[in-house]
Each structure stands twice: as C-alpha cells, then as structure tokens.
C-alpha cells in the first residue's frame, strides 16, 4: 500500500492483524531498512508487547 510515497509499515508483521497501533506510515527506504534490521524488529516487539500489558490494565 502506497500513500504519497509512503508506505505503511505493520510493526508485528501480522498482515492479518488490524490493530491501527500497530501500523505506522514511513517512507520506502525507511521501511525496507527497517525490514532489514534486528534492532527495529526488537523495537517494534516492545511497542506491541507495551501495547498489549495497557490494553489488559
Ligand atoms: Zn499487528
């Protein structure tokens, strides 16, 4: 999916999921890097796991 130049990056991976938290717009680059990278994947596996432990509280 393509918003100006944008891409949407889907922090947990899970096309299937629809959880708005988990979607972020970037650009292109930033998402392939991001694909790419371990450190951004661990990033974005605390957001979720944050997102999960308030969404229960
Ligand atoms: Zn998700």
Redesign the pocket.
């Known amino acids: 999916m393509n918003i100006d130049g944008q891409t949407v990056d889907?922090?947990?991976?899970?096309r299937a999921?629809?959880?708005q938290?988990?979607?972020m717009t970037c650009s292109r680059g930033e998402n392939s890097r991001r694909m790419m990278s371990e450190a951004w994947q661990r990033v974005a596996a605390d957001l979720?796991a944050q997102q999960n432990k308030e969404a229960q509280e």
């Open positions: 889907h922090l947990c991976r899970n999921c629809v959880n938290m988990h979607i979720i």
